[in-house]
Structure formats: structure tokens, C-alpha cells
């Protein structure tokens, strides 16, 4: 079966998936043949769900002319990210016209949270985690700059 990477941390839980790492042991399969974060995005309590079949590559575009206009520069960290999306976003007569950053997809969203060393749901899994304090993610950049 095929499913979005960010979706085992709500799939595991529920124990409607077979870990694969028994099965990844007998086949002779290293997990280390496959992209790590993919790989890391299909684990949960140290268990792996899924392999990583395709791997597709983001990036985060902007436009010149808006961040001229702003008088920023194209961002580097969290903070500057943050920075920058305020100062871009636009209203006229109370009503958005300009997102200074669009998180309207849940698989960028998740993307981008997991990047900056933060979860979906705790780790129990008892709520949801997306709004509290960052964790340690082990790099130092945590994905920024």
C-alpha cells in the first residue's frame, strides 16, 4: 500500500501497520540504503513501517520583487522565515490578499514543523504537539539556513 510518509505517525499508533524490521533483517535489507529523514518520517518508537519508494525534493520559492518591496532579504533561518512571512503578508479593507508563506498543505506543513524540530501529535499520542515547544532534532541546523 502506498501513503504519505507524515501519516505514519497516525497510522502506527493504531497498530494497523507491520513493521518491516524483522523483515528487513531476514531479507539482509539495511535500512541505511534509503534516504534517512524518509526513513526516519516512517518510524515510529524505533520501529519502521514503511520503505521510501520515491523521495520528492522541496524547496521554498520567493519572489524578488516582494522581498525588494519589503527591503529583506531571502531568509536564512526559522526566525528570518518568520520574520519575512509577516512582513509579506498584505491586507487591504481587513481582507488577506498577499500570504507572506502558505502552510495550506499538510504534508509541507508537516515537512517544515519536523524540519524545524518540531511533531505533529506528542509521543504517546494523546494530543496534538504542532503548537508547543520545539525538540532536539540531533542536527545542528535542524534543517534551516
Not at 510518509?5 to 494497523?16: G, L
Not at 481582507?95 to 499538510?106: E, N, Q
Request: overall charge positive; proline content about 6%; aromatic content about 8%.
Amino acid at each position: 500500500m502506498f501513503w504519505d510518509r507524515w501519516r505514519t505517525a497516525s497510522y502506527a499508533p493504531k497498530n494497523v501497520l507491520l513493521p518491516l524490521d524483522d523483515l528487513l533483517k531476514k531479507d539482509g535489507i539495511p535500512k541505511e540504503r534509503f534516504y534517512g529523514e524518509a526513513v526516519r518520517e516512517l518510524t515510529h518508537d524505533g520501529k519502521l513501517y514503511g520503505l521510501p519508494l520515491t523521495v520528492d525534493a522541496r524547496a521554498l520559492f520567493y519572489n524578488k520583487a516582494h522581498l525588494k518591496e519589503a527591503g529583506i532579504q531571502p531568509p536564512r533561518t526559522w526566525d528570518e522565515l518568520e520574520k519575512a512571512a509577516v512582513k509579506l503578508t498584505r491586507r487591504e479593507d481587513g481582507k488577506l490578499v498577499r500570504a507572506g508563506l502558505s502552510m495550506d498543505d499538510t504534508g509541507l506543513f508537516s515537512m517544515y514543523l519536523r524540519q524545524a524540530g518540531g511533531q505533529m501529535v506528542t509521543d504517546d499520542c494523546s494530543s496534538t504537539a504542532f503548537n508547543g515547544p520545539p525538540r532536539a532534532c540531533g542536527r545542528s541546523t535542524c534543517g534551516a539556513g
